[in-house]
């Protein structure tokens, strides 16, 4: 359902609708632990930032739950459980600094919660419909949401204050995310584009259009000059931030459900709706499969 890598780019962790996330070693494939306890398909999953002062995990679920773990052993340990949305939360992602999470929940908010005490901060509202994404600005004072009442929001995380609504999409708002300078903001829509739009005055920048299908994910490369979306057309592509031109297009066997950078490493990874992530190395003409997790076989493909 997602992945997300680490910043030294060295493992990844993934949510599964088996209800379980997992954290993998990215050269070797190996599954290093497995998040067994939600009682729903698990949406989204991602680990702490480096500047934490312990290494943790949150994964967010169907089961109206996001949970944070110890990352220690084969199998992580739940040791606090986020409870107080009202219907299934999509995603849950850790403020820079790792002291807050921010949930994302079908019943039209997003929260702020503590770590480790894990008391609700803020309530964020104002969206009309389910809110699917929830992130947090490089500095952390900021929180941005997006929601299926076609919009996204940014918000002042020391009062969950609405400081601009962003509108322009003609159908639901997947995902949002914030470049590394904390300047621009890329949302994916149902309306099979994503839009990049300034976080000094809402403005829309630049719209990425191609995509045959509503689009799952958008995210900037770590050095902003890129951006990766995904989409139920079954490809990934690779967008010049400043331009809008589409670099790269990645084929896939199915609907795409989420595309993330890897630092220095790799060009990006996909997820792909019942099978394994793939991984694509940034300098070849043409992208090749490396292995996939759980697998020795590699296969080419196709830009």
Not at 74 to 82: E, K, N, V, W, Y
Not at 145 to 165: F, H, M, N, Q, V
Not at 282 to 287: K, L, M, P, Y
Request: proline share 3%; aromatic share 6%; with cysteine.
């Amino acid at each position: 359902m997602s992945v997300r890598f680490t910043k030294d780019g060295r493992r990844l962790v993934t949510a599964s609708t088996d209800r379980t996330a997992k954290i993998w070693a990215l050269q070797s494939g190996k599954c290093l632990q497995t998040l067994v306890g939600h009682k729903g398909p698990v949406y989204s999953a991602s680990l702490s930032p480096d500047t934490a002062d312990v290494e943790l995990a949150v994964t967010a679920s169907q089961d109206r739950t996001a949970m944070l773990w110890h990352t220690e052993g084969d199998t992580g340990t739940c040791f606090l459980m986020l409870s107080g949305h009202e219907k299934q939360v999509h995603d849950a992602e850790f403020s820079p600094h790792g002291r807050l999470v921010a949930t994302a929940s079908d019943d039209r908010t997003a929260r702020l919660w503590e770590i480790p005490s894990g008391a609700c901060m803020q309530v964020l509202r104002g969206h009309t419909d389910a809110v699917y994404c929830a992130a947090f600005s490089p500095d952390g004072r900021s929180v941005a949401t997006a929601s299926a009442d076609k919009t996204a929001r940014l918000w002042e995380a020391a009062t969950g204050d609405c400081i601009r609504t962003l509108s322009g999409h003609t159908s639901w708002v997947r995902h949002v995310a914030f470049d590394e300078g904390g300047t621009r903001m890329v949302t994916a829509s149902g309306d099979s584009t994503a839009r990049v739009w300034l976080c000094s005055d809402g403005q829309c920048q630049l719209t990425l259009t191609g995509h045959t299908g509503w689009m799952r994910g958008a995210e900037f490369s770590e050095d902003g000059a890129q951006i990766a979306t995904c989409a139920r057309d079954g490809t990934t592509r690779i967008w010049c931030a400043t331009s809008g031109c589409c670099l790269r297009r990645l084929e896939h066997d199915a609907w795409v459900r989420s595309a993330a950078f890897a630092p220095d490493l790799l060009d990006h990874d996909g997820g792909t709706a019942g099978a394994p992530p793939r991984f694509f190395e940034r300098d070849v003409a043409a992208a090749r499969n490396r292995p996939r997790l759980g697998s020795s076989a590699a296969r080419k493909l196709s830009a």
